[in-house]
């Protein structure tokens, strides 16, 4: 089956630094990629919509200047938060979309920042 | 607005003792009904895709079923490796490939 793979898996950032993550579909091509954030006990919650070599849709209520995502090429995605503050601190993921196998979801990452 | 509201929020089941979770709907021309299970820490593993009222799908203890307003997946003889939670999630309106979540049931199976 198709496999997306997240890193890092875990990540701890001091305040006002700057992290990014990182997703690649290893065996497809994904037409759109998809980042998530989810807190505990919540559900998944759409921040942003990407397809390969066009600007992300972010989601109402989604700081774009602080949640950079860049779709280079139909295998990577990467979103980097930017100046993180201890709000930011939670559960990431992204999905791959494909016409074959639908969509995938990578591992996810946990983010804290101290 | 799409919606997606599962229940129970969380279920307990003795191994072996069947049972439902219920996933309720409302969108705007649905396109598909997914389900995945998600273990703490991972990202949601894909169980079923469900297209259209009355289609049904098994996967070892797991069937899931679709009317026009909820899904069920129904879990036989549960297996404590069963424990999990178990998420709904719609893709509704031609053209856009969002997926919209239900909050989720966590299941518990005590040996």
């Known amino acids: 089956g198709a496999v997306v793979s997240q890193h890092p898996s875990r990540v701890i950032c001091k305040s006002g630094t700057s992290v990014k993550i990182e997703c690649r579909s290893l065996?497809?091509?994904?037409?759109?990629m998809f980042w998530y954030r989810q807190f505990p006990k919540q559900s998944l919650m759409l921040m942003a919509t990407?397809?390969?070599?066009?600007?992300?849709?972010?989601e109402q209520g989604v700081e774009k200047d602080k949640f950079l995502i860049n779709h280079a090429s139909l295998t990577l995605s990467t979103l980097t938060v930017t100046s993180a503050h201890p709000e930011d601190s939670s559960f990431y993921i992204c999905?791959?979309?494909?016409?074959?196998?639908?969509?995938?979801f990578g591992s996810g990452t946990r983010l804290t920042v101290v | 607005e799409d919606q997606v509201t599962q229940s129970p929020e969380a279920l307990r089941l003795q191994e072996g003792e069947s049972s439902s979770l219920n996933c309720s709907y409302t969108?705007?021309?649905?396109?598909?009904l997914f389900w995945y299970r998600q273990d703490p820490g991972k990202g949601p593993e894909f169980l079923f895709t469900?297209?259209?009222a009355g289609e049904e799908k098994e996967k070892e203890r797991l069937k899931a079923t679709l009317t026009k307003k909820e899904s069920f997946l129904h879990i036989t003889a549960p297996k404590p490796e069963d424990s999990a939670t178990y998420l709904c999630?719609?893709?509704?309106?031609?053209?856009?490939?969002?997926?919209?979540f239900g909050k989720g049931t966590k299941l518990s199976v005590i040996p």
């Open positions: 999905s791959a979309r494909d016409r074959v196998y639908g969509y995938t």
């Open positions: 065996d497809f091509q994904a037409t759109t």
């Open positions: 990407s397809n390969e070599g066009s600007k992300a849709t972010y």
């Open positions: 969108v705007s021309g649905l396109r598909g």
């Open positions: 469900l297209y259209s």
């Open positions: 999630a719609v893709q509704a309106r031609a053209g856009s490939y969002q997926l919209t």
